[in-house]
């Protein structure tokens, strides 16, 4: 399996998730509230904001031929309306680097991590947000547009109704097991439930006295419909100054997408979730440049709903089924309506088996090779991600990584995944 020479492989990455210290985002404050979910701090991460040359020393060296990576609001604009043109010179930095290793920089501007000031301002929920969103692009693109040629908007733009409706399916499970815990007499249920509102409270009093409201809209909170919309109004307003500054460049945002396959009689759930995910965005991106693929697994349906992983399934650490021919179904899927380009931006898999990420890559790219053959504008595959790192609420406990971190001292050590994925590089 071959793909042509200027077919992107790469791997990807996020601020957050890899810098280290990005002490004035929201998701650091969260990270550090008693009150937290987080099961640990970011803290250092992997360090990247420092040793980036050396990682992408260690990409190029395995064969890849882009990288891409986010910009972070909070470190360019870590107060409102003060912009810091020092980070930028960082980040021109980085991007300088990848092009010294014939590394394409394909650049995010907003992956999941806002600065603490915007959720003060009522966060992704507000009105305000597309123009906040927009002059922060604006000052990044007049400095970075020059030296870029794909540009993605905003990670996963349908990641909060995504949360949205997994808070609202576990909202009711609870409901219904307190119900019958409440009519089989089981007292301590009630104690719980007096510890989980005073937890809930404390949480609030917590939030207030950090951000100033007591509930806060990050980017990753579940979203309302209404702010479905501010999201896509953000993306818009800033599609709409990258090609006033950067004509040149190819915009875009990435969606987070299952392979959602309909069991007989879940045709219907089906296409409600798929119109959700995917359909409801088309008039918000039918303009862009490219479509930003992102997926992991699939998800089966019947008629009473989303179906648990089929029994005896392979699990990855995140409890996903193994499920690599997911992602030519969904190039395939995203491909009948969306007319751009497409990059798969994200696609991997959480585990400590290396053996088991190149069988992953090695199907998932001939999935992607499938679609190529059948003439769809496939142009890049990045590999989620270039090295272990924060996920988020779970910390450091899952392993996605291409190449291993030891934290304590930061050194590096490259997965044998690492030249499996180089290798499918011409150059
Ligand atoms: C996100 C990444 C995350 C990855 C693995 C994607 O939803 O863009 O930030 O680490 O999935 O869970």
């Not at 007989?264 to 991106?285: C, D, V």
């Not at 059948?374 to 090295?387: N, T």
Request: one cysteine or more.
């Amino acid at each position: 399996m071959t793909f042509a020479q200027d077919f992107f492989i790469g791997a990807a990455t996020a601020a957050h998730q890899v810098e280290g210290n990005n002490i004035h985002s929201d998701y650091w404050a969260q990270e550090h509230m008693t009150h937290t979910e987080f099961l640990e701090p970011s803290g250092d991460a992997v360090d990247h904001y420092n040793r980036y040359s050396e990682d992408i020393r260690l990409m190029a060296d395995a064969g890849l031929n882009a990288y891409r990576f986010s910009v972070e609001w909070a470190r360019i604009e870590p107060e409102e309306g003060r912009f810091e043109e020092k980070e930028l010179a960082h980040y021109l930095d980085m991007i300088h680097t990848c092009r010294e290793h014939h590394i394409e920089p394909v650049v995010t501007l907003l992956h999941f991590s806002s600065p603490k000031w915007l959720i003060t301002k009522g966060g992704w929920e507000s009105d305000e947000i597309p123009a906040y969103f927009a002059r922060y692009v604006r000052f990044v693109m007049e400095r970075l547009g020059k030296e870029l040629h794909y540009v993605c908007t905003i990670n996963e733009a349908n990641m909060g109704l995504q949360v949205a409706a997994i808070a609202e399916r576990y909202k009711k499970q609870m409901m219904a097991r307190m119900q019958s815990a409440q009519t089989d007499g089981t007292v301590q249920m009630g104690l719980n439930l007096e510890k989980m509102m005073a937890n809930q409270e404390a949480a609030a009093k917590e939030r207030m006295e950090i951000f100033g409201v007591p509930r806060t809209e990050g980017f990753t909170s579940p979203r309302t419909p209404h702010g479905d919309e501010i999201v896509m109004e953000a993306h818009k307003a800033a599609r709409a100054v990258i090609r006033e500054i950067a004509p040149h460049v190819q915009v875009g945002l990435s969606l987070s997408l299952h392979d959602i396959q309909a069991l007989p009689g879940g045709e219907e759930n089906a296409a409600k979730e798929w119109a959700e995910e995917f359909t409801h965005y088309l008039p918000a991106i039918a303009d862009d440049d490219f479509l930003g693929v992102q997926n992991y697994t699939r998800t089966r349906m019947d008629a009473s709903g989303s179906l648990p992983t089929p029994e005896g399934a392979e699990l990855t650490q995140m409890d996903y089924e193994f499920y690599p021919e997911g992602l030519e179904h969904v190039i395939r899927k995203v491909s009948e309506d969306f007319k751009g380009a497409l990059l798969v931006t994200e696609n991997g898999i959480a585990t400590a088996d290396d053996t088991r990420r190149t069988a992953f890559i090695e199907t998932a790219l001939s999935g992607v090779n499938n679609c190529i053959a059948d003439g769809l504008p496939v142009k890049g595959y990045f590999y989620w991600s270039l090295l272990d790192n924060f996920e988020w609420q779970k910390g450091y406990s899952m392993t996605f990584g291409l190449i291993a971190v030891d934290r304590t001292s930061q050194t590096r050590f490259p997965k044998p995944s690492l030249n499996f994925l180089g290798n499918y590089c011409k150059r």
